[in-house]
């Protein structure tokens, strides 16, 4: 399935296509467990738009800021949900979600370990964790399903949009879409009316672009808050950026740890003569 915007949006984005060909073009879309996929859509807009960012594994193990290279995003953006005002629009929500899948342990954890973002009440205050649980596998299920869904459609591989390698324009109507499963989805992917995001995040993992998302990572276990890994920003340029939860050192530690690893280096020295 090609990845493709409704109507006008249609020939927006080939006419940007046409543009940019020079530098950016159309690739296949690929998923694997573990796999953190951010999703951006609009209330009762027939396009939404979901984007491969890699390994959870890579998120957690990263230091400070990161500012993610994801092509650009920002011309998808103006194409999908308005030029220059999807940042501001109360009906635009976006989300950062993945999970290890339910048959076999990955790199990002355990098997049925899940990650899900949760947006920031007041910026700046780290938001209320999710709880694990001791049976995540529903959950896992519908998110393996979204990400396979994402790289194929009935065994044909689906294309990127021509401005972005890892980015998806799908039909929010679209059987097992980001869309069908956040608040106002699918029954068979929110649950009932009004919805949930998988039927499972009360009330959703959702928040709007202008605000931050704190990512959690729960491994299937008895209830107990989920570890916090860091922080997601969309900006109105369409940068995703990640903060991470470890900072990066000050000067003066990396000096501190330098001096304590010559030290060691003297010490065992002078043992050996």
């Known amino acids: 399935m090609k990845s493709t915007f409704s109507g006008m949006k249609t020939?927006?984005?080939?006419?940007?296509?046409?543009?940019?060909?020079?530098?950016?073009q159309a690739a296949t879309l690929t998923y694997a467990p573990g796999d953190l996929l951010l999703g951006v859509r609009k209330t009762g807009d027939p396009d939404s738009l979901i984007i491969n960012l890699g390994p959870a594994s890579a998120f957690a193990n990263a230091v400070g800021t990161v500012n993610l290279s994801l092509g650009n995003v920002a011309a998808d953006l103006d194409t999908a949900f308005g030029s220059g005002t999807w940042a501001s629009d109360?009906?635009?929500?976006?989300s950062v979600s993945g999970t290890t899948g339910t048959s076999s342990t990955s790199g990002s954890g355990p098997v049925?370990?899940?990650y899900a973002t949760r947006v920031e009440a007041t910026t700046g205050t780290l938001a209320t964790p999710w709880n694990t649980a001791t049976s995540q596998g529903t959950v896992a299920g519908k998110m393996s399903t979204m990400g396979n869904f994402f790289a194929?459609?009935?065994?044909?591989?689906?294309?990127?949009?021509a401005n972005s390698p890892v980015t998806l324009a799908q039909q929010t109507s679209a059987t097992n879409s980001y869309a069908s499963y956040m608040p106002g989805g699918t029954a068979t992917n929110s649950g009932p009316t009004p919805g949930t995001s998988f039927a499972y995040f009360n009330p959703t993992i959702e928040g709007k672009p202008n605000q931050t998302l704190d990512l959690f990572k729960m491994v299937q276990s008895a209830p107990t808050?989920?570890?916090y890994l860091g922080s997601f920003t969309l900006s109105s340029t369409g940068q995703v950026?990640?903060?991470?939860?470890?900072p990066v050192p000050e000067p003066g530690t990396l000096l501190i740890l330098g001096l304590g690893g010559v030290s060691a280096a003297l010490r065992r020295r002078r043992l050996r003569a």
């Open 225 to 227: 808050a989920g570890s």
């Open 241 to 246: 950026s990640f903060v991470s939860v470890t």
């Open 11 to 24: 020939l927006a984005a080939l006419a940007a296509a046409a543009i940019l060909a020079p530098t950016l």
């Open 90 to 94: 109360p009906i635009v929500f976006w």
């Open 112 to 114: 049925r370990t899940i």
């Open 152 to 161: 194929s459609v009935v065994g044909v591989p689906n294309t990127s949009t």
